[in-house]
Structures are given as C-alpha cells and as structure tokens.
C-alpha cells in the first residue's frame, strides 16, 4: 500500500504563491506517474497537472500551465507543485494521487493512490 501525505496549503491573496508538497511512502515511487488534483465546493475533482515516471514528461489543466510547475525529487519521495499568480478560482481542496503505470495521465480514474488532500485559499 502506498500511502501520500499533502503540505504545504494556505490562506493566501491573490497574486501570491504556494508550494505544495507530497510524500509518498515505499520505494516505488521513482516509476509511478505523479499527479495532482484539486475539488471546490459544490464541484467534481478536476485534473490540474501531471508528471510522468520519467521526470520528462508534463502536462497541465489550459486554467493553470502559465502559473503552475510540477516537479518531482525521486529521492525524497516527494512530488511538488509551485504555485504563482494564484487566483480565487483556483481555492479548493488540492489532492495529490499516484498511478503505477507510470503515464501522466488527466483522467483521476486512472489514479490507483490518494492523499488526504490539503486546503488552499485565495482571497481577492
């Protein structure tokens, strides 16, 4: 079982910025795709960005690539998400998942592991 834990949310004004961490636990974490997510109230859970088992390959949801960075760092288990210019609409809970596959992939249901997932906030 792998088991993802999230850090990094906030309260934070529009225009600012937040990193997002997640760790995962296990050995394999280096060949999963990494992927993350994010649910606002009232909303279903949308695909916000991806990174591959390679480190090579990204893609992004169109509302985020200009402003959002994904990376990952295999040796501390951790993938990352940077993010900038944060707008109000991009409030919501933000979840980190895990597909063993190893393609970064949009769809959630493709996503075999979830974290718990961590609040971010952007007030006007």
């Known amino acids: 079982q792998v088991q993802l834990v999230e850090s990094g949310g906030g309260l934070v004004q529009a225009g600012g910025s937040l990193r997002l961490s997640c760790t995962a636990s296990?050995?394999?974490?280096?060949?999963?795709?990494m992927g993350w997510f994010r649910q606002a109230p009232g909303k279903e859970r949308e695909f916000v960005a991806a990174?591959?088992?390679?480190?090579?390959?990204?893609v992004y949801a169109d509302s985020v690539q200009e402003r959002f960075t994904i990376s990952r760092d295999n040796a501390k288990n951790t993938v990352y998400l940077q993010m900038n210019n944060l707008k109000p609409e991009d409030t919501a809970v933000y979840y980190c998942?895990?597909?063993?596959?190893?393609?970064?992939?949009?769809?959630?249901?493709?996503?075999?592991?979830w974290g718990q997932g961590t609040q971010v906030t952007v007030s006007s």
């Open positions: 990174v591959g088992q390679g480190n090579i390959i990204s």
């Open positions: 296990g050995r394999t974490f280096s060949t999963y795709a």
């Open positions: 998942a895990a597909d063993p596959t190893g393609w970064a992939r949009r769809s959630l249901y493709e996503y075999r592991y």
